[in-house]
């Protein structure tokens, strides 16, 4: 088994205050419901507990949960769990073999797991991607943003929003080439000290080793950049500064 039954489970004859405190630890804001024969009989999230509560029940009652509920069966395929998985309102999908719990896979994992290049099956450890997720959040830089949307072994995929009247440094990288699409806005292309003029449309390849620049010169627009690197490693600590705007030589 791939994840830590006992975060994530509870026995149905417990109290809804079992169950708040189990979620409240495992951060996963549901719980799934086992009968004595450790069969899944059920599903609880925190929304269910804020509902009984609303109706002036206690939390000192035994729980009631979901017994019809979505689940991925051990031996469904891959569009099957696809399909699931679109269903209006769903965050997680327990799987069951034979009605015994196996795996749990919450959805964002699940986008992140496909993104990264793996082939699915049921028991895979998904825990072990949750670590990673911070990746995928939108990083803040003096000209602007960026927000990671593919990262996998050989490929990583960001877009770029450069603030108008802002730059990134002039660098370069030694184990990766980038795949430069230029979305909206208009500016300049500094690489290897020539200057050129890009807008929506440019597209431009900077080989590993070469050294680029990002300008954008609109005074009210942004510059929103697709980026596609590939290499053997993307870590942001792979930026060799020649000069910055913001005084970043020697750190991010």
């Known amino acids: 088994m791939t994840i830590n039954k006992d975060q994530i489970?509870?026995?149905s004859d417990s109290t809804f205050l079992?169950?708040?405190?189990?979620?409240?630890t495992n951060n996963r804001r549901y719980i799934i419901v086992l009968d004595n024969n450790e069969n899944v009989s059920g599903v609880l999230t925190d929304g269910d507990i804020r509902r009984h509560l609303i109706k002036g029940k206690k939390l000192s009652e035994k729980i009631t949960c979901k017994n019809s509920f979505l689940?991925?069966?051990?031996f469904d395929n891959f569009e099957q769990v696809?399909?699931?998985?679109?269903?209006p309102g769903i965050d997680f999908l327990p799987v069951l073999k034979e009605k015994k719990l196996v795996n749990v896979i919450d959805k964002e994992i699940f986008h992140m797991f496909l993104l990264e290049g793996y082939e699915y099956a049921p028991e895979f450890d998904f825990g072990q991607l949750e670590v990673k997720s911070l990746e995928l959040?939108?990083?803040?830089?003096?000209?602007?943003?960026?927000?990671?949307?593919?990262?996998?072994?050989?490929?990583?995929s960001k877009i770029l929003v450069v603030f108008p009247q802002s730059?990134?440094?002039?660098?370069?990288?030694?184990?990766?080439d980038e795949h430069w699409v230029i979305i909206s806005g208009h500016g300049k292309l500094r690489l290897n000290d020539q200057f050129s003029d890009i807008s929506s449309?440019?597209?431009i390849y900077i080989k590993s080793g070469d050294k680029h620049q990002i300008i954008n010169t609109s005074i009210q627009n942004q510059l929103v950049i697709s980026e596609v690197q590939l290499g053997d490693y993307f870590g942001e600590d792979?930026?060799?500064?020649?000069?910055?705007?913001?005084?970043?030589?020697?750190?991010e």
């Open 9 to 11: 489970t509870i026995k």
């Open 18 to 24: 079992d169950a708040l405190k189990k979620i409240e």
């Open 71 to 74: 689940f991925i069966d051990f």
């Open 82 to 87: 696809c399909r699931l998985f679109r269903e």
């Open 137 to 156: 959040e939108i990083f803040n830089r003096p000209w602007g943003f960026y927000k990671t949307s593919f990262n996998s072994k050989v490929s990583k």
């Open 167 to 176: 730059e990134i440094s002039y660098q370069s990288h030694n184990h990766r």
């Open 201 to 203: 449309g440019s597209y």
């Open 238 to 251: 792979d930026i060799i500064r020649y000069s910055d705007k913001y005084g970043r030589l020697n750190h």
